[in-house]
């Protein structure tokens, strides 16, 4: 393709994102992040692949390497972020008491 269509669809994607993100409720952004996540593990198999590449070069292993990194650290950090914003729905206050029987 040419670079000026890539270029097009990418602007285009950009603008469409934005509208579709702005218009979600503060209720669904959570679910949204979780799924979000998971997806983004796909990209962690695309740097596994390109770190697996066996092409006789020093700079491919060494930018694979920094691809599943940065990867890994993208999910790990989205997970504890969703952790986070889940625990500020999480009702706060004493646990339940247990019923217990006179001791025997």
Same mark, same amino acid.
């Given at each position: 393709m040419e !670079? *000026? !269509?890539l270029f097009f669809i990418f602007t285009l994607a950009g603008f469409? /994102?934005?509208e579709l993100i702005a218009k979600v409720p503060s209720q669904l952004h959570t679910p949204l992040m979780s /799924? &979000?996540? &998971? *997806?983004s593990g796909i990209t962690i198999v695309g740097a596994l692949i390109a770190a697996g590449v066996n092409d006789r070069s020093w700079i491919t292993t060494v930018l694979g390497t920094a691809a599943v990194t940065l990867a890994m650290i993208n999910v790990i950090g989205g997970y504890f972020v969703t952790d986070r914003m889940l625990a500020m729905f999480r009702k706060k206050g004493p646990p339940p008491a247990t019923k217990e029987g006179p001791p025997s």
């Amino acid at each position: 393709m040419e !670079l *000026i !269509l890539l270029f097009f669809i990418f602007t285009l994607a950009g603008f469409l /994102g934005f509208e579709l993100i702005a218009k979600v409720p503060s209720q669904l952004h959570t679910p949204l992040m979780s /799924g &979000a996540n &998971a *997806i983004s593990g796909i990209t962690i198999v695309g740097a596994l692949i390109a770190a697996g590449v066996n092409d006789r070069s020093w700079i491919t292993t060494v930018l694979g390497t920094a691809a599943v990194t940065l990867a890994m650290i993208n999910v790990i950090g989205g997970y504890f972020v969703t952790d986070r914003m889940l625990a500020m729905f999480r009702k706060k206050g004493p646990p339940p008491a247990t019923k217990e029987g006179p001791p025997s």
